[in-house]
């Protein structure tokens, strides 16, 4: 009954993403008469085992014979759930994007319609309250496990099964009792930001088509409404660093064992992260490989090679690539996954001097793609001893704040290595007079994380919401079409609407689908926030006149077609606007200045962002850390900003009682 191909499709598929549990429908007795349903059966059994191994408490596993009533209950839900709009339907059973209207027709024309909740609901219904606390992979949150699916592949095969039900109509109401409707929280989402964080981020990354869910854990599929965000800040980037003569290059993705580990120190912490190739086909390699985690030990030989005398100096070279870090704890899309994207740069110059203006430089452009393009916050600063990058000689950082967990995040870091690397990997020149010395490096980073900020902070309980400077699409244009209205003549003005945004530059496109309506079309693209709709209808059409809604505030402004791009340009410019200002607002709030330990304690557990005097010594941080240790992590220093409040004479550290040298920013991270 369960093909194990659409069963390992439609598990790793976004189906388990919407779902409070997957199903397993797998007759049993069947199963132990035929050695195909057999193998399938316990195959879908391992599956299960390996995937919620790690849960807490052990899920249970439903079997149900087939055919039996319950299992009919379940395959009634599993066909296009008839009370989900299209949008998670489409989510729900890929298939069903397949279908042409005509089938889409017919098929819901076989629907027997009742009121029992929808396949969705009444699983979510089955729910225990998700934990809260659970720190493993959201993903196997599951409450209780129904493993396996039906997929609805085809026409055929619903027909079939339809006759399999025996009274020529598929759908049935198998009688059990009608379960209390989850309230939902909008079109599409069924967690809210404020009531349940991870769940929430979860289902926006996926029903916004940003991350598609991978069947390796911490692996995710970037697709195209993410990874046009991440060429919009490239663009950007990559522009500035060119500006400041910085090179593209790109070196292998594999390191030697021993090139990686020639710098002790930098490696020694990191080293249970490194991937390793330890096979080709069924042999073993005779010298196991790594992946690279960062490049300073791929790259550095040959910066020692390249650089002999002034004239070589300074070498500014960067890579756009992935890197690999084997991540353990709780991966998150885009905030921690073992795979990522990122620019790492490499720079090597004769003197201190022009790498500590360097290492600034490249933090404001940071900074840069942080509040003028994600409309995000940052605070730019140092990082305590602890938290410096092992090998380097001081690492600066901008960092953001996520205030629905209290978390702050580092969002880029620009190090100064010193003379660190140039020592063992024997980078040296010559200067004029002819004298030898090391080089001076710099390595700096920002990675796709900066998409997983974005979403955190301006997401709402309907989805996305994409500040225009980095949405893929900036305005979608939808018609809004009535019985008697000139349906031709919106269509056109759509057209036309979008031909006139596109000439001046901005990313615009008409919804024209005629399979949906525009009220579907509006929440589709509120999860997908798009920053701007533009809605025309009957009235905007004998008005010369256009209906645009923000999606930062649901604002709704009658615009005359005459005046169109620059009152677009204009909404554009006042959203990102907002989405800073309000971001900042927010982020402000959770701001907490303490002197004192009980203060700060109570801080943390109010999630807030904590400024407080420190003496700057490396036990105390660890002291810190140490007595905050518990469920939710320990709390850190995320930086000591380069704005420094005034710190008046005699004050004290907040943890130590020791005099003060600066105030830092303290809190939980992610
Ligand atoms: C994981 C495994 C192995 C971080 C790792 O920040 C090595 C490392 O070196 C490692 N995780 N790091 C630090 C990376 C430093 C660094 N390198 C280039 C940057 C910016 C760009």
């Not at 809260?132 to 396996?148: H, Q, T, Y």
């Not at 790498?355 to 600063?381: H, M, N, S, W």
């Not at 080089?439 to 955190?456: D, E, F, K, P």
């Not at 025309?536 to 402004?557: C, S």
């Amino acid at each position: 009954m369960v093909e194990m191909s659409s069963f390992g499709c439609y598990f790793s598929g976004n189906n388990i993403e919407h779902l409070p549990v997957n199903c397993w429908l797998q007759g049993a007795e069947l199963a132990a008469d035929e050695g195909r349903n057999a193998a399938a059966l316990a195959a879908c059994r391992t599956l299960a085992e390996e995937l919620t191994e790690l849960q807490f408490p052990a899920p249970r596993i439903l079997a149900f014979k087939e055919g039996s009533s319950e299992s009919r209950y379940f395959v009634s839900r599993l066909i296009p759930a008839h009370k989900d709009p299209p949008y998670k339907q489409e989510a729900n059973f890929h298939s069903s994007k397949h279908l042409t209207t005509e089938q889409w027709t017919k098929l819901k024309s076989s629907f027997v319609h009742f009121d029992d909740p929808s396949f969705c609901e009444w699983i979510r219904n089955l729910k225990v309250v998700p934990p809260e606390k659970r720190r493993s992979c959201r993903r196997w949150d599951l409450n209780i496990d129904l493993l396996g699916v039906i997929e609805v592949d085809d026409m055929a095969g619903v027909e079939q099964r339809q006759n399999k039900s025996g009274g020529g109509k598929y759908f049935f109401c198998s009688g059990g009792k009608k379960k209390e409707v989850k309230k939902e929280t909008g079109l599409g989402l069924s967690f809210t930001k404020d009531e349940n964080f991870g769940e929430w981020y979860s289902e926006v990354v996926v029903n916004g088509e940003m991350i598609e869910y991978y069947d390796i854990s911490g692996c995710y599929i970037l697709r195209p409404w993410a990874i046009s965000i991440w060429e919009i800040m490239q663009t950007f980037f990559d522009a500035e660093i060119k500006k400041m003569k910085v090179k593209n290059c790109y070196f292998p993705l594999f390191v030697s064992p021993g090139v990686l580990q020639k710098e002790k120190d930098h490696i020694e912490g990191f080293a249970p992260e490194v991937a390793w190739v330890t096979k080709s086909g069924e042999s073993e390699l005779e010298v196991p490989i790594a992946i690279r985690p960062t490049s300073e030990t791929v790259m550095y030989p040959y910066y020692s090679k390249w650089i002999r005398g002034h004239r070589d100096l300074p070498l500014k070279l960067n890579q756009w690539c992935n890197v690999v870090r084997w991540e353990f704890s709780n991966p998150t899309p885009f905030i921690r996954s073992r795979e990522f994207l990122w620019q790492e740069g490499h720079t090597a110059f004769a003197t201190k001097e022009e790498a500590d203006t360097e290492v600034l430089q490249i933090l404001e452009l940071y900074r840069c793609i942080y509040e003028e393009f994600l409309a995000i916050p940052v605070t730019k600063g140092r990082k305590s001893e602890l938290e410096t990058f092992a090998g380097g000689l001081y690492t600066t950082s901008v960092e953001a704040f996520i205030p629905n967990t209290g978390r702050g995040i580092q969002g880029a870091t620009s190090h100064c290595l010193g003379q660190n690397f140039a020592k063992m990997f024997e980078i040296n020149f010559e200067n004029e007079k002819g004298e030898k010395g090391m080089v001076w490096q710099n390595s700096w980073a920002y990675s796709t994380r900066t998409i997983g900020v974005m979403v955190m902070v301006h997401g709402d309980d309907k989805g996305l919401v994409l500040p225009p400077k980095v949405a893929a699409l900036q305005l979608i244009v939808i018609p809004v079409p009535y019985k008697d209205a000139d349906t031709q003549g919106i269509f056109d003005a759509c057209v036309a609407t979008v031909a006139t945004l596109s000439d001046a530059g901005i990313r615009a496109e008409a919804d024209l689908r005629d399979n949906y309506s525009p009220g579907w079309k509006y929440s589709n693209w509120e999860m997908k926030g798009v920053p701007l709709r533009i809605e025309i209808g009957p009235r905007d059409l004998a008005n010369n006149q256009v209906r645009a809604v923000r999606r930062d505030n649901g604002a709704k402004t009658d615009i005359s077609r005459v005046f169109l791009v620059e009152q677009v340009k204009g909404m554009l410019d006042k959203i990102q606007q907002n989405l800073f200002d309000v971001a900042k607002q927010k982020r402000d709030a959770c701001v907490e200045v303490l002197k004192t330990w009980e203060e700060f304690v109570t801080a943390l557990g109010q999630k807030k962002l904590i400024l407080a005097p420190w003496c700057d010594e490396e036990d105390v941080e660890k002291d810190v850390k140490a007595r905050t240790k518990g469920d939710m992590g320990a709390a850190k220093s995320l930086c000591t900003p380069f704005e420094q409040p005034e710190l008046p004479e005699g004050t004290k550290c907040f943890a130590s009682g020791k005099p003060a040298k600066k105030w830092t920013y303290w809190g939980r991270s992610y």
